[in-house]
């Protein structure tokens, strides 16, 4: 069964650093891309990062984010890593990885497998 789980999420001050995992299980994750998405209360889904099935491919941010987060993966783990950093109340929203076969466009509609969601809260 394709699953994908994502964990890490937390409150934390302004400021401060959380590292999102999106364990996958029931596919081979290196055959794909996987991207994280956010929902703030009240707004709609954005895509937030995703990296390529291929080391090569690098990452995709979204300008959001761009400079302070970091996206990586384990194959060995089957895991894909978020790293967040200097986080800002704008931030505090539901995370979810999918997956894809690219990592092209945010608002593809081929995004799926969608974890269950880890909330980030970013107050003072």
């Known amino acids: 069964q394709v699953q994908l789980v994502e964990s890490g999420g937390g409150s934390v001050q302004p400021g401060r650093s959380l590292t999102l995992s999106c364990a996958a299980s029931g596919f081979t994750l290196d055959n794909y891309a996987i991207g994280w998405f956010r929902r703030a209360p009240g707004k709609e889904r954005e895509g937030v990062s995703c990296?390529?099935?291929?080391?090569?491919?690098?990452?995709k941010y979204a300008s959001s984010v761009k400079g302070r987060f970091t996206i990586s993966r384990d194959n060995a783990k089957n895991t894909v890593y978020l790293q967040m950093n200097s986080l800002k109340p704008e931030d505090t929203a539901i995370y979810y990885c999918?997956?894809?076969?690219?990592?092209?466009?945010?608002?593809?509609?081929?995004?799926?497998?969608w974890g269950p969601g880890t909330q980030v809260t970013v107050s003072s």
């Open positions: 990296i390529s099935s291929r080391s090569d491919d690098g990452a």
């Open positions: 999918a997956r894809d076969i690219w990592c092209s466009r945010f608002d593809r509609p081929t995004w799926e497998n």
